[in-house]
Nanobody, 123 residues
Framework: VQLQASGGGLVQPGGSLRLSCKASQFTMAHYATGWFRQATGKEREFVAA????????YYRDSVKGRFTISRDNAKNTVYLQMNSLKPEDTAVYFC?????????????????WGQGTLVTVSS
């Protein structure tokens, strides 16, 4: 089971990025997928999640209205569209998967993790 996160980069405040999390060797529709982030010197924190099957979505308060998590079953990929980015969104972003998960905010619920992609928001 492998997850490949990509799409990070350097963007100015107010800009947008779309992160991708592509799975190999398993079907993402059968898994909840979560996005977490970790800034330098800080704990890993929940960003967004999408449940398996019906695709219920959940967000941390600070990204509501700016970030959107979605899943493309045909491409076996989960996306995190990030708009109106702020310097405090700067972090390494990780995607993670939980079999038949509901979209937990707790990182310990996720068994499979991608390698992380760096997002830097700076002018």
């Amino acid at each position: 089971v492998q997850l490949q996160a990509s799409g990070g980069g350097l963007v100015q405040p107010g800009g947008s990025l779309r992160l991708s999390c592509k799975a190999s060797q398993f079907t993402m529709a059968h898994y909840a997928t979560g996005w977490f982030r970790q800034a330098t010197g800080k704990e890993r924190e929940f960003v967004a999640a999408i449940s398996w099957s019906v695709g219920m979505t959940y967000y941390r308060d600070s990204v509501k209205g700016r970030f959107t998590i979605s899943r493309d079953n045909a491409k076996n990929t989960v996306y995190l569209q990030m708009n109106s980015l702020k310097p405090e969104d700067t972090a390494v972003y990780f995607c993670a998967a939980e079999h038949l998960g509901r979209g937990s905010m707790t990182p310990e619920r996720y068994l499979y993790w991608g390698q992380g992609t760096l997002v830097t928001v700076s002018s």
